[in-house]
């Protein structure tokens, strides 16, 4: 895990990403162990992905976090997927181990185990708003779970749908419903997936992945229509849980 026994290097890679979850986590993390004290986080805020190159050069680079919109777009750059990461065609987690770059996907176990404190077991039927490398971790841990799903998208394929093709009897039906796209997050916090509002009801579970505001519009919209709703944060903190483990 990098070339020195105590000066390590850690980041997150992505864009505007000056407000992130991940550096404040990681530097409390560290300040609270003093085995750390030589570790540092640092947020690589690029305007295009193969500037990742420059960054692999970085002195005792250690381990790095993907955000949007890098999360497929990294894998070109990597020596080799987990088989996760394969399966889902997205990457949050670069692990460096013999000299070699291999891509992880920890979103995984953060949805996952956010899911099961929101909603439990019983909901088997979700719509998913958005296509892009968030969504196929979600999509991965619904299916695995043998959920009914749909993929809602504003450039459907021959297996997902448009967000106009939504309608009451599909919010009734699929009542577990995420936003896996960025609309809504801060600063640009007036941002919301267009979906027909006036059908949530008491019965829908409103999942966010966003966790920056802590209360979302879309989560407004589906409070003031009686539903139950839940941000990011918890998946964050399981996800961030995770990379750490692959790191140490």
């Known amino acids: 895990m990098g070339n020195n026994l105590k000066h390590k290097q850690f ?12 550096k404040i986590f990681f530097e409390k993390k560290f300040s609270k162990n003093k085995n750390y004290t030589y570790f540092n986080y640092k947020n690589f805020d690029i305007k295009n992905i193969s500037e ?57 176990i953060g949805f996952e185990r956010a899911l099961e404190v929101f909603v439990g077991s019983f909901i088997k039927k979700a719509l998913v708003l958005g296509s892009g490398g968030a969504s196929k971790a979600i999509e991965f841990v619904l299916r695995k779970n043998r959920m009914d799903i749909i993929i809602v998208s ?10 106009i ?13 995420i936003n896996c796209t960025p609309l809504g997050t801060f600063p640009k916090i007036e941002g ?14 409103l999942f966010d992945l966003i966790y920056n505001p802590k209360e979302t519009k879309f989560m407004k919209k589906g409070i003031d229509k009686g539903a139950n709703v839940c941000n990011g944060h918890n998946m964050l903190i399981q996800q961030a849980e995770a990379s750490w483990k692959l790191w140490k």
Not at 73 to 91: M, S
Not at 165 to 177: K, S, V
């Open 192 to 205: 919301l997936p267009k979906i027909p509002y006036d059908y949530i009801n008491s019965k829908n579970y």
């Open 154 to 163: 504003r450039n459907p394929n021959k297996n997902e749908i448009n967000y």
């Open 11 to 22: 980041g997150l890679v992505g864009k505007n990403i000056e407000y992130s979850f991940s």
């Open 52 to 108: 990742i190159k420059d960054i692999y050069k970085i002195k005792n680079l250690s381990g790095l976090n993907i955000t949007i919109p890098y999360k497929e777009k990294i894998i070109p750059y990597l020596d080799q997927l987990t088989p996760t990461a394969q399966k889902i065609g997205a990457v949050n987690t670069v692990i460096f181990k013999n000299g070699k770059t291999i891509g992880d996907n920890t979103d995984v």
């Open 165 to 177: 093709d939504l309608n009451q009897e599909l919010i009734n039906n699929y009542p577990l419903i």
